[in-house]
């Protein structure tokens, strides 16, 4: 699955840092609250997402914790680049901190812009390879019965992201 937007032409890899340093705080807080992930991967997520979203090349990114044997979302922090009227800067935070997540496992899954998608194999190889680290092939994990909560944001320039939280009953 892939989406599109514009980013305006001013914005900076300073830009999208300071986006992606808010969902490090969002991912700082799930450690805090649930002992994963790991806080040495934090930094190579963010810039991952900075480096993406910089290029116009990330769709969505989700951080959570999956059922292993079902490969359903238990909760779901899904971020989903975006521009324009529709952007908020938010404080990063306000994440359920109730939840049963002891027999859950963290796992992230990305996915592409459609200028990523237009991108030609050796231009992707090169912006694969000025990512932190490699994604694998999967197939997105389910979101069969819950809640979402929307409406935070993080943005600065005319880019960013919007947030959704997924839980599961």
């Not at 830009?15 to 991967?41: E, H, Q």
């Not at 521009?83 to 306000?94: E, F, I, N, W, Y």
């Not at 490699?134 to 809640?147: E, I, N, Q, V, Y």
Request: glycine residues 10%; neutral net charge.
């Amino acid at each position: 699955m892939s989406g599109s937007y514009t980013r305006s032409s001013s914005f900076t890899i300073t830009d999208a840092r300071y986006v992606g340093a808010k969902i490090g705080a969002d991912l700082r807080l799930l450690n805090n609250y649930y002992g994963t992930p790991a806080l040495d991967s934090i930094d190579d997520y963010v810039e991952e997402v900075a480096l993406l979203l910089r290029d116009g090349y990330l769709d969505t990114v989700d951080y959570g914790f999956r059922d292993s044997a079902t490969h359903a979302w238990k909760l779901r922090l899904r971020y989903k680049a975006t521009t324009g009227g529709q952007l908020t800067d938010s404080r990063p935070g306000s994440l359920p901190r109730a939840a049963e997540l002891t027999s859950y496992t963290f796992y992230s899954y990305l996915t592409y812009s459609n200028a990523y998608g237009a991108l030609t194999a050796g231009e992707k190889a090169v912006v694969n390879a000025n990512l932190p680290f490699s994604r694998t092939t999967a197939d997105a994990p389910t979101a069969l019965s819950g809640s979402t909560t929307t409406g935070n944001g993080y943005a600065r320039n005319g880019a960013g992201v919007s947030r959704d939280i997924y839980l599961a009953n």
